[in-house]
């Protein structure tokens, strides 16, 4: 799939109307980046209407070696031609996705409550591939309800960590606690396709050595709940106990 293909598909998904204004998030935005030390993560405000981003964080020189001025100047179609290209169309399926899933199984007003995940590889300066997890929550939508500003973070891995193309959608709950609603892995599956959003939020939650204890007052359920859902997790990926869950997914490399 050519540079043009990839413009043409991108913005079929996020095609758009509108063009809200950013000035308020932008300054608070570059009032945080001021502060924030130098690491293996930056963020950016994208805007999906144009192609382009709005801001970009200092911290994409240390991430990537790639110039923020350069990168604002020539926009998403420079950064999608430094993508690895058999992960392109991955990419693109799993944003469609997230887009579908989006427009037609979550609410108006929830839609200010989501947060999504994908992965991809990116080469950086010195013409190495490297592991990119973005996290993007929508700041702006259009007048038919589709995210088309978001803040967006980005965490870089090396490129030895094998990642499968992955993306997530998770929605911010009453115990402010994101709740995964879609999970996709367009590489392969790990885990099993008969593995719940439920006990996948579980499952997050015990890779951060949460007890059942934890785990049900962050989910807002019982710990004989989060108990059944460990048993049913085990039992699914015929394993044995949590720690050799735990190791498997370390191993794996998995996004859950």
């Not at 967006?152 to 402010?176: E, F, P, Q, R």
């Amino acid at each position: 799939m050519n540079n043009g293909s990839v413009k043409d598909a991108y913005k079929e998904i996020f095609k758009s109307y509108e063009n809200p204004s950013l000035e308020k998030h932008i300054q608070k935005i570059k009032e945080l980046d001021t502060y924030l030390p130098y690491s293996s993560t930056f963020f950016c405000v994208t805007n999906t209407q144009d192609l382009s981003f709005e801001f970009i964080s200092k911290n994409i020189k240390a991430c990537l070696g790639v110039d923020e001025n350069e990168l604002k100047a020539r926009g998403m179609r420079y950064f999608w031609s430094k993508m690895h290209p058999d992960d392109l169309e991955l990419w693109l399926k799993a944003l469609n996705e997230l887009m579908n899933f989006t427009l037609n199984n979550t609410s108006i007003g929830d839609r200010k409550k989501m947060s999504y995940t994908w992965n991809y590889r990116l080469k950086n300066a010195k013409d190495n591939y490297v592991n990119v997890i973005q996290n993007t929550t929508p700041l702006e939508f259009d007048s038919d309800d589709k995210p088309i500003i978001g803040l967006a973070h980005y965490t870089v891995l090396d490129s030895k960590i094998k990642l499968d193309i992955t993306a997530t959608a998770k929605i911010l709950n009453a115990n402010s606690e994101y709740e995964t609603i879609y999970f996709n892995n367009f590489s392969q599956k790990l885990l099993s396709d008969g593995i719940s959003n439920r006990e996948r939020d579980i499952i997050r939650l015990l890779l951060l050595n949460k007890s059942s204890k934890a785990i049900a007052e962050n989910l807002n359920i019982s710990s004989h709940t989060v108990d059944t859902h460990r048993r049913n997790i085990l039992k699914k990926l015929n394993i044995s106990s949590t720690g050799e869950l735990v190791a498997l997914l370390k191993l794996k490399n998995t996004i859950i």
